[in-house]
């Protein structure tokens, strides 16, 4: 498989990216996504490196060429590992990896790597010199700005030149700090502070590369603001994660908002259509329908008859005979609402 030719450029085409998140941004949800913007890019949920060197290949990076541009994003902090695993990635037609320089979860700390990494920047640099000498794609990293008690304009910063110095193309910065003790993953996404503008202050600070902002973004409008060249420096890409998987309509802004696309359309026919002819593919190879449609059940967010709509997608699509039709009943229970349906955002 051939990566789609996508690159990261500095100062000239901003992104906008899915953000990696586990048991979310699976292969499903991916192609969902995809149907509602052509040119966001999407990530995979984290892959640790041993599960890719000693685990089921094939299980971890199927995925549909409709994904392109797609991320791989890796966990792990030997690089030796990480090499072996970027060199899969880039194999498998991934158009670029990132490490996971943010993770907080236990089970990730356990292993040295996620957040915790945040306090050992020259062997993040390592990994990620040892991944850029093995491949062609993107290397990338997404980190914190610091954990527990560090200084974000210490922490961030060190961690930033190591890696840019070791080849990093892009550098995208969740806007706040982990804490590593009390907080359960969930609250460490909400609970430290968000601070935007340190992660301006890197990209003054590092004018000709690329850097991202990730964190508490709610709309579209809002991550066009951070990339406007409106700004004396702006950001060169934004990443939206809960937004952007709790009420996927926002996506269909995309195009046109960040890409300057206006060509894009998307029509709920079409959706519903092409996630029915996913889904009866998927059932063909002896998955469940219910994979699929846990994805989609934010879609109607707010509009009228999206409870029925959930309710189809989440319940009765859950039960052990549903097949592809139940996505065409939950569409049409949104649409005898409006003359046509609209989908907000
Ligand atoms: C369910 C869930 C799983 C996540 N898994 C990952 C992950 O695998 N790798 C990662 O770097 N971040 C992960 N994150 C963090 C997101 O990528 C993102 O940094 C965070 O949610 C903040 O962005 P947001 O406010 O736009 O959601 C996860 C977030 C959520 C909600």
Redesign the pocket.
């Known amino acids: 498989m051939d990566p789609s030719g996508f690159t990261y450029s500095v100062n000239t085409r901003k992104i906008f990216a899915v953000?990696?998140?586990?048991?979310?941004t699976d292969r499903h949800c991916r192609y969902f996504h995809r149907l509602l913007t052509k040119h966001a890019l999407l990530y995979t949920?984290?892959v640790v490196a041993d599960a890719l060197i000693y685990g089921d290949v094939p299980r971890h990076l199927e995925f549909n060429e409709a994904e392109h541009p797609l991320a791989l994003?890796l966990g792990g902090s030997d690089p030796d590992k990480l090499q072996q695993a970027a060199k899969l990635a880039e194999q498998w037609g991934y158009d670029e990896v990132n490490l996971?320089v943010?993770?907080p979860s236990d089970r990730v700390q356990s292993g040295t790597f996620g957040a915790c990494l945040m306090r050992q920047p020259e062997l993040v640099a390592e990994c990620v010199h040892q991944i850029s000498k093995s491949v062609q794609i993107p290397v990338t990293v997404?980190c914190r700005i610091g954990v527990d008690e560090q200084e974000p304009n210490v922490s961030l910063f060190e961690l930033a030149t190591g890696v840019l110095d070791a080849g990093c193309n892009a550098l995208w910065v969740?806007a706040r700090k982990a804490w590593l003790q009390g907080l359960s993953p969930k609250e460490n996404?909400d609970i430290p502070p968000l601070d935007y503008d340190i992660v301006q202050q890197l990209k003054n600070t590092y004018p000709d590369r690329f850097i991202g902002i990730?964190?508490?973004?709610k709309s579209i409008d809002q991550a066009a603001g951070f990339v406007s060249t409106g700004l004396n420096i702006p950001l060169d890409g934004v990443?939206?994660?809960?937004?952007a998987y709790q009420n996927p309509s926002i996506l269909r802004h995309v195009d046109s908002a960040i890409y300057g696309d206006d060509t894009t359309s998307v029509e709920l026919d079409d959706i519903c259509s092409a996630m029915m002819d996913y889904s009866s593919r998927h059932l063909e190879q002896e998955g469940r329908v219910h994979h699929i449609t846990r994805h989609m059940i934010g879609l109607f967010q707010g509009q009228p008859g999206a409870r029925r709509y959930r309710q189809i997608l989440s319940v009765e699509a859950a039960r052990p005979h549903a097949d592809q039709r139940i996505i065409r009943q939950a569409f049409e229970s949104v649409k005898k609402y409006g003359e046509v349906a609209e989908l907000a955002g």
């Open positions: 953000a990696p998140m586990m048991d979310w949920e984290m994003q996971n943010g993770c997404k969740h996404r990730n964190g508490g973004i990443m939206v994660g809960r937004a």
